[in-house]
């Protein structure tokens, strides 16, 4: 199985969880508020993160997996809701049909 985090993806996920942390846990309940991640913003762009993971750019991201999407990563807070709290994305919300090239499968 192949794994889609490397070094660079590793520390946008430390950063990213200490952001939340800020952000605090009460903060996460209100997830569905959010405003949703802009696809044209500089953090969606580096990560290479898209609303539809059938859209994801499998050229750039080779590492990329079918049926890979954000309600299967480790880091996505929404449980079964559409669009939830990503680690990465501080304070925005992810589609749970989404994916970014730090995607972690979960457990
Ligand atoms: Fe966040 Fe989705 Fe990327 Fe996982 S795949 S790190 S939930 S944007």
Redesign the pocket.
Known sequence: MTNSIDRRGFGR?CA?MAAVAAVGVGRLAHAADLPH?DEAGAQAQA?G?VHDASKADKAKFPAFVAG????G?????GGAAEW?A????AGQA?SAK???????KKA
């Open positions: 996920i990213g991640v990560l993160y890979s999407q954000c309600s990563c480790q880091l996505f807070q939830g990503c680690a990465l994305f992810v989404g994916w970014c090239s730090a995607f972690a």
